[in-house]
């Protein structure tokens, strides 16, 4: 009666009127029926950009460093500015499943899966720019520490080596949290695929899953601690990649602001890049029900947050600077808004700052469409900070007789484009063959889940 | 439901983790090991156009170092003889030897012999053979007993770790100058006393940094 | 010239990987016959395989596979395998010799170095003479005998000269460069008085005949002024940059230089004035400078003169003389400062301007007392008597006239610099024999009906004089490379159709020159490059009887210019010269000193007169385009030339340099720029006024390696007046706050309690004085031919990527409008004790000496380029693609170019970092040879190692050695007080540091009009 009903929350994780079995057939058919047309399609798009971005790879390799537009104050751009974009975007994945986990946040189930999915992928492609951007990438080896007949070690002062460690570190620990939580949900897909290959290959990965007690337990377990696990390396990685610059002497680049600033627009610009893909494929596949306008209600909610964050770093920036008495200090960042990036600097600032202040108001915030377009601009608008801090700060430090203007060549943006091909093409086969939300973790927030839910026999009839 | 897999596939991944531990490490290791100049140049010994035998000159002979490669005192090279320096003896002697002939031919026609190079640092390490040996390091220290050789051998791995061993510690290395070619040389007992000496009179501390041989 | 053009001389690196050397070079690296490892087949496969692999991958320059090692069949004496020999040879330049030592290598020339037995040179060198061992393995040298254009051999042309000359009663001309050879006289007047038609005519583009002129019309006799700036307190340059376009730069920077030193605040530095239209290098370093345009300078100098001649006697012609400077501001002062300093100052003038300026000229110098003091007049045997510009349009006539049967041209290159007017390739035509001598089969080579292919002066024999007179003999260190012939060699087949050998034409010359048996003289003359003792002698002079007359003349033929009609000025250009440089990489890619600008020669103009044409007076930064403008002359001529704003020209002047828009010389020379000698008039060959300027609209490229030209008011580089030193001696080191003190004065305090330096002796450290520096660059040239550093073409500078270890900045402070200062910096690697490039890189690939320097491992490099990011002075230098494979591997026989290398110094691969060592090669050399002398000591008695910037550098301004020894020189320069060091609140510490320049103005011109 009423008064059940009145137990009933009114403001459920879970849309529509779903019981377990309807969460596990809404989500395991999309793996199972037929390849839809526009999977074809996107799927050869981002083969050719990937096909692209291999072919920038060699011509570079070929040819040396020389095919990107760098010269010699200038000796890291784009290849630089991509690597920290992605791995900002990487971001978001670990902090939704590890942080929210750990803080009992029940709408991040409908969105973990599918974040931790995405960070993989953004950060090999990430990974990819370190990589290619030295000079000699045949003996990129020299940077780990193994034994050789040389007898050198690497140089363990430099904050480009933690940064390889970090990354490494960061991508191995995502992967394992992602690959911990499919488990169980491998299981399911293994139970309800016909063929008997998909069986035996979900069945392989699925490590003989079979949903017992004990099991359940070790899980647990095993996901508490890889979350406790990645909670400090979230917050880690990009600390370090903010090392590279901020314990250089560059000016604009030597900044102890560096390391919360840098996370909090990964941050930002993680949640920004979830968005953009959910707000697809929440579409396309018709999962409305789950990945509800409460979820990108509420990631507005963090980007907003973020975003004032990321705009407080930038005004900081220059009260630090103006309060350092440092005249470079002070020429660097009056010379980022006024000088020969000033473009690039404003850019940054209305995608950065302008653009999420939208997200004061409920009406925008529960704005599809609007939260769609955002979460694109701000990912430009990330994109522009990166190439501020690395291109502007280089470009004009100390000696002004040895200033120099950076202008990408095409090799340098085709390589970039390039890295969309290499993410997507990853992300497309994950949604085609992985249950992209967490199945088991879904169906824990369902009002079903909760042991007084029965009593009284009450079914599960909701008006 | 039906079995999908049978029951000893759950022992795989235990096992899979074991065996990529030693796989890769294996591999590293391999790569150190067989990669090496250690195991790549040691008994390397081209045949050279002149069958030409240290052993004989050197051990039967009893002919010096420095008759053919004097320069090394004073240079950093340690040159290869010019043909000149043969003939000072060959014109009379094995004047018809078959295989002194291209010997005889470089002396005609001016045309050097081509002998294959054996000991070859390569050219970023800029070795210099006039410091070592004025301080008293053996030509046998890094030639080895070339007194022994028919045919010249590369006995030391020359690679920079090698290098570097000795730099970090000369000490057992030394040796009175006057015995630098003395192939035969045993350190006495008292080496390490004497050793100590000439590191102290000499004021020898073997360069470690980068640009004593890079530049 | 519309769009940006790439050298055919820069491959891409895929075409490179094709290329026929270079499978040459990788099948010798393992030569089909290579023997087997021991152990069989196995393991020499995979060496090879790697080994393969990696030479594809191009890291040959690291590494060094199987090969065959070729020692000599017979050692040439003196040599020792691995130690360099050092010759006495003298350089040839618009027939001026300064002497040289050469540095070979078994056998091969590698490096040029100054003498220091010669006075004309004193141990140092200028640019040409550094870049004249590329010269030497230039390429593209003409290799050939050519008749008509056709294969030929040197036999065939001596029996052609023994048929064609048989005949005496030939009018043959001969057009030879300026020479000061006995040997090409003696050959002279046997060719004179072989040939009764004949008659011999000097041909040089820039010469110093106008100065002859005038001291013929002062006093009567074609002399020679020859300047002893050390001795002169106060200098007046009219348009003239005696540091740069002089036979002489080399002892003029020096004397120079000494005339400004200062050791402590009580000195008296020199003064000098420059009045001039261009900002020249001179202009930069000048006290006071006035920019007016070059056609004013005459009718400045009569003003000085008439307003002189109330206070001297001597001046009397121009007495009463007034024109629009006679009441400018500057006139009574420099009389004023003239007048205090009589018989110590100088007054030069540009050798282009014409002879009543040099009259002019020599009578004030003459009037003031300065001659004998500061000034000595030189009598010249080798120049003629006549004015060679002159018979050289006669000549030109009367070939157009038909009244030449055989032009024998020694050198030169006259189709290409001759002046326009005087249409040379057409009268060239009317001449049915015409016999050429030249290093490149050139313009002129071209037109004539025989081309003779000339030797390098490091390849034959010669002889001649220093712009003073000391005798010196051009000893060659190399058979020709490409069996050239000298100039002695080429006339004396002309005169004799024999082939004898230059050696022999000089010995016998040096028979009569020499006193005392011959053998000990000539071996000793050798030995020291110069002839002790000889020099040209000073004549005394006395002021014509006949001045008075011509100065009337001239003085009433002197006309005002039109105020704003545009003048254009073509002088010689500071690195091609007349363009017979134009084919030297190291050279076109050596920023101008004053523009910057590689690759092109550009019209410089005021910002006033940029606007004037609707050019934007400021260039946009990091744009390299540049507005093309069309230049005509009143006589029609035309040139589009990219436009260049210079701060501090003078209005309505444009400068154009010569030497450029060579056609078909060489793949370097090719394409390169604009050539403006058809914009120059035989008569008042320097400027011609009225012409007609318009912005085209086109555009065009220009590499320029400074992008931004003003200091932004930082304290990197310290100046301050005479008088503001006095008062506060250390104003250099105050200039920056530095918190902290350690030793006597503020100092940054670093958190870890670190050393100065290691307990290690020596520490390397280097002083750079300011002061000294004029700016001309000598040490980029110096370092890149020490260094083995790659020529990366335009493309490459354009995209801020040149390769120099050491670079010169500079920058402009003031009115950029009006006349603004400039100052010179170089700028090597500063080897800072903290050096914030070592702490970054990933695999400690580039690390601290023991003995203080910063080490660059380029083997263990792997690129990142974070060191150069982190690097405050910006001295680190990419290898953005494989410049040395390029640069040593393209062309017909690459092993000419490799022939240059020093073996010392690693040749750098692509990827990696590279940077100033301090010339750690040959620290190096001497810590082993004292090590080995003294068999204690690895410390090399002050002096010994000099770097090869320092070594070059005319004015003295580098020091380099020991700083734990207080008495050695660096370290007394160190603790001068004007020594700074730059950025130094870093507290990267750097072991370069810099002694602050100090300007010497006259307060009655405090503000430099």
């Known amino acids: ?463 | 439901m039906a079995q999908i897999f049978p029951e000893w596939v759950d022992n795989i991944p235990k096992r899979l983790q074991l065996a990529t531990i030693i796989v890769i490490t294996g591999i590293i290791f391999g790569f150190w090991y067989f990669g090496s100049p250690e195991y790549l140049e040691v008994g390397y010994a081209p045949n050279q156009p002149i069958p030409y035998s240290h052993k004989f000159h050197v051990s039967e002979l009893g002919m010096d170092c420095q008759y053919c490669h004097g320069s090394a005192w004073k240079s950093a090279i340690a040159a290869i003889p010019p043909t000149e320096t043969c003939m000072t003896c060959h014109e009379y002697v094995a004047v018809d030897s078959e295989p002194l002939q291209p010997l005889r031919d470089s002396w005609e026609t001016g045309l050097p012999v081509e002998w294959i190079r054996v000991h070859d640092i390569p050219d970023h390490a800029h070795f210099n053979h006039s410091i070592h040996v004025n301080v008293g390091i053996g030509c046998v220290t890094c030639h080895g007993r070339v007194d022994r050789m028919e045919v010249v051998m590369k006995s030391e791995s020359m690679s920079m770790g090698w290098c570097l061993d000795c730099h970090n510690n000369p000490a057992p290395h030394l040796r009175p100058v006057e015995e630098v070619t003395n192939m035969a040389w045993e350190p006495p007992d008292d080496h390490y006393q004497f050793a100590q000496m000439v590191i102290e009179k000499r004021n020898i501390n073997a360069p470690i940094y980068c640009n004593a041989c890079h530049r | 010239m519309g769009k940006e053009q790439q050298q055919t001389y820069w491959r891409s690196l895929n075409e490179l990987a094709q290329n026929e050397e270079y499978r040459k070079f990788v099948e010798r690296e393992f030569p089909e016959n290579a023997t087997e490892l021991t152990d069989g087949v196995s393991r020499r496969n995979f060496l090879q395989i790697m080994g393969a692999s990696i030479a594809l991958a191009g890291l040959a320059a690291c590494r060094k596979p199987v090969q065959k090692i070729l020692p000599y069949t017979r050692q040439p004496e003196h040599i020792v395998p691995g130690i360099p020999l050092y010759y006495a040879s003298a350089v040839p330049f618009r027939g001026n010799l300064s002497g040289v030592v050469v540095e070979t290598h078994e056998g091969r020339p590698t490096k040029i170095e100054g003498n220091d037995l010669h006075p004309g040179s004193n141990g140092k060198s200028n640019i040409r003479q550094q870049a004249a061992i590329l010269d030497l393995y230039d390429q593209d040298r003409s290799r050939k005998v050519l008749r008509n254009g056709s294969d030929s051999t040197w036999e065939d042309f001596t029996a052609f000269c023994r048929e064609h000359f048989a005949d005496t009663g030939r009018r043959v001309a001969f057009l030879s460069e300026a020479h000061s050879s006995p040997t090409l006289e003696r050959l002279r007047q046997s060719a004179l008085n072989r040939f009764p038609n004949a008659r011999w005519v000097t041909c040089e583009p820039f010469s110093e005949e106008s100065v002859l002129n005038g001291t013929a019309m002062a006093f009567g006799r074609r002399l020679r002024p020859s300047y002893h700036f050390d001795k002169a307190s106060v200098t007046l340059s009219l348009d003239d940059d005696f540091l740069q376009d002089s036979d002489n730069d080399v002892a003029h920077i020096g004397a120079f230089a000494q005339s400004r030193a200062l050791a402590s605040p009580d000195e008296e530095p020199s003064r000098l004035y420059a009045a001039e239209s261009t900002y020249s290098l001179t202009g930069s370093n000048a006290d006071h400078r006035l920019r007016i345009k070059s056609s004013e300078i005459p009718l400045f100098t009569f003003a000085l003169a008439a307003h002189l001649s109330g206070e001297v006697s001597g001046l009397e012609a121009y007495a009463g003389y007034r024109n629009t400077f006679s009441d400018h501001s500057w006139i009574s002062v420099l009389a004023e400062e003239l007048m205090r300093n009589r018989g110590s100052s100088i007054i030069t003038a540009g050798p282009e301007h014409d002879a009543p300026v040099h009259a002019t000229v020599a009578a004030i110098n003459h009037a003031l007392g300065n001659t004998g003091q500061t000034v000595e007049y030189l009598d010249v045997p080798y120049t003629a008597t006549a004015d060679q510009n002159e018979a050289f349009a006669g000549l030109v006539r009367e070939m157009g006239e038909g009244q030449i049967d055989t032009l024998v041209m020694i050198g030169t290159n006259p189709v290409y610099t001759a002046p326009a007017d005087l249409d040379f390739q057409t009268a060239l035509e009317q001449v049915p024999e015409s016999l050429h001598l030249s290093l490149h089969y050139d313009e002129t080579s071209r037109q004539s009906s025989w081309h003779v292919n000339r030797a390098h002066f490091l390849e034959t024999w010669g002889d001649g004089h220093s712009f003073t007179g000391v005798r010196s003999v051009i000893q060659p260190l190399i058979q020709p490379l490409f069996n050239g012939k000298s100039e002695t060699e080429f006339l004396n087949a002309v005169l004799s159709g024999e082939d004898a050998a230059g050696h022999q034409l000089v010995r016998e010359t040096w028979q009569e020159l020499l006193d005392g048996p011959f053998e000990r003289g000539w071996n000793e003359v050798l030995h020291d490059g110069l002839q002790r003792g000889s020099r040209y002698n000073a004549v005394s002079v006395s002021l014509a009887g006949s001045f008075s007359a011509e100065a009337a003349g001239f003085l009433e033929a002197a006309e005002e210019p039109g105020g704003d009609s545009v003048e254009l000025v073509v002088r010689p250009d500071p690195r091609m010269h007349d363009g017979r440089f134009a084919n030297n990489g190291w050279l076109q890619e050596l920023p101008d000193p004053m523009t910057k600008v590689t690759w092109d020669n550009v019209a410089l103009m005021s910002p006033n007169t940029a606007e004037r044409f609707g050019i934007p007076p400021t260039r946009r930064f990091g744009d390299p385009n540049q507005m093309v403008v069309r230049l005509r002359t009143a006589s029609g001529d035309e040139a589009e030339i990219a436009a260049w704003v210079l701060p501090g020209h003078a209005d309505n002047s444009i400068t154009l340099h010569a030497g450029y828009g060579r056609q078909k010389v060489g793949r370097v020379a090719d394409q390169v720029g604009v050539n403006v000698f058809p914009l120059r008039r035989s008569v008042s060959r320097l400027y011609c006024t009225a012409a007609d300027v318009s912005a085209t609209g086109r555009s065009y490229v220009i590499a320029c390696t400074q992008d931004h030209h003003s200091l932004e008011g930082r304290p990197h580089v310290q100046d301050a007046d005479l008088d503001h030193y006095r008062e506060n001696p250390t104003f250099a080191q105050d200039a920056v706050y530095v918190p902290g003190i350690y030793g006597d004065r503020e100092h940054p305090v670093s958190l870890f309690d670190d050393k100065q330096w290691p307990d290690h002796q020596p520490q390397w450290g280097m002083a750079i004085d300011l002061n000294a520096c004029i700016g001309c660059g000598v040490c980029t040239i110096a370092c890149q031919a020490e260094n083995n550093i790659p020529v990366i073409g335009k493309r490459e500078v354009r995209r801020g990527r040149e390769m120099h270890w050491i670079r010169t900045d500079r920058y402009f402070r003031g009115d950029e409008r009006g006349n603004p200062q400039v100052m010179h910096q170089p700028v090597p690697c500063m080897h800072c004790e903290n050096a914030p490039c070592e702490q970054v890189c990933p695999v400690a690939a580039t690390t601290h000496s023991d003995d203080g320097l910063n080490q660059m491992t380029y083997n263990r490099c792997i690129g990142t380029r974070y060191c150069a990011n982190n690097c405050p002075y910006k001295v680190r230098r990419f290898n953005f693609f494989n410049y040395s494979k390029e640069y040593l591997t393209t062309g017909d026989d690459p092993e000419i170019i490799q022939m240059a290398m020093n073996p010392d110094v690693t040749v750098r691969f692509r990827g990696v970092m590279e940077k100033c060592t301090y010339c750690v090669q040959r620290i190096s050399r001497a810590k082993i040879d004292t090590k080995n002398e003294t068999g204690d000591t690895v410390k090399p008695s002050d002096g010994t190692v000099k770097t090869a910037c320092q070594q070059a550098c005319p004015a003295n301004a580098i020091t380099f050695g020991d700083l734990t020894d207080e008495k050695s020189i660096v370290s007394i320069q160190k603790s001068k007080d004007r020594n700074y060091l730059m950025l130094e609140e870093l507290n990267v510490r750097p072991r370069t540091s810099y002694l602050a320049k100090i300007r010497n103005p006259n307060r009655q011109l405090s503000e430099p009009s």
Not at chain 1, 115 to 142: D, K, N, S
Not at chain 1, 304 to 321: D, K, N, P, Q, R
Not at chain 1, 429 to 454: D, S, T
Request: glycine content about 6%; some cysteine; overall charge positive.
């Open chain 1, 1 to 463: 009666m009423s008064q059940n009903t009145a137990t009933v929350p009114d403001d459920r994780l879970v849309k529509g009127n779903h019981d377990f079995a309807s969460i596990t057939k809404l989500i395991t058919d999309i793996p199972q029926e037929r390849t839809p047309l526009w999977w074809y399609i996107a799927f050869g798009i981002s083969n050719i950009l990937l096909a692209v971005m291999l072919a920038m790879v060699v011509w570079l390799i070929w040819n040396g460093i020389g095919v990107w537009g760098l010269n010699n104050p200038v000796g890291w751009a784009w290849d630089i500015t991509n690597f920290v974009w992605w791995v900002g975007i990487g971001h978001a994945g670990t902090l939704i499943s590890a942080i929210l986990f750990l803080f009992r946040q029940g709408w991040r189930t409908a969105i973990n899966r599918f974040a931790e999915a995405m960070t993989i992928f953004a950060v090999m492609c990430a990974g990819l720019f370190p990589a290619i951007h030295v000079g000699r990438i045949w003996t990129i080896y020299w940077i780990f520490p193994l034994p050789n007949s040389m007898q050198l070690w690497p140089n363990f002062n430099s904050p480009l080596l933690w940064d390889v460690f970090a990354v490494f570190t960061y991508l191995t620990v995502s992967t394992l949290f992602w690959y911990v939580g499919l488990v169980p949900d491998l299981a399911t897909m293994r139970d309800r695929v016909k063929g008997k290959i998909s069986k035996l290959i979900y069945g392989t990965f699925a490590l003989g899953w079979t949903g017992g007690n004990r099991q359940w337990q070790n899980y647990e377990k095993a996901y508490m601690i890889l979350a406790g696990l990645a909670t400090p390396l979230v917050l880690s990685v990009h600390t370090i990649v903010s090392f590279d610059f901020a314990v250089s002497i560059i000016p604009g680049w030597h900044t102890t602001i560096f390391p919360p600033y840098f996370v909090a627009g990964a941050i930002f610009s993680g949640f920004a890049m979830v968005l953009t893909l959910m707000i697809v494929s929440r579409k396309l596949y018709g999962l409305e029900d789950i990945m509800t306008v409460d979820h990108i209600e509420k990631m507005n909610i963090i980007i907003l947050v973020t975003g004032i964050m990321v705009g407080f770093a930038y005004s900081m920036e220059f009260f630090i600077a103006w309060y350092s008495a440092f005249e470079y200090e002070k020429f660097i960042f009056v010379n980022r808004a006024m000088g020969p990036y000033a473009w690039a600097y404003w850019t940054m600032i209305t995608c950065n700052v302008v653009a999420p202040q939208f997200f004061w108001v409920k009406k925008f915030r529960r704005n599809i469409t609007l939260t769609f377009i955002l979460s694109i601009v701000i990912n430009i608008g990330m994109w522009f900070e990166r190439f501020v801090i690395v291109v502007s700060s280089l470009a004009t430090d100390y000696l002004p007789s040895s200033w120099g203007y950076f202008t990408p060549t095409y090799v340098d943006i085709l390589t970039y484009v390039g890295t969309f091909g290499l993410f997507l093409t990853f992300f497309l086969l994950f949604l085609r063959f992985l249950p992209m939300v967490a199945i088991a973790e879904i169906k824990g927030v369902l009002p079903q889940a909760n042991p007084a839910y029965y009593r009284n026999g009450q079914s599960t009839k909701t008006q």
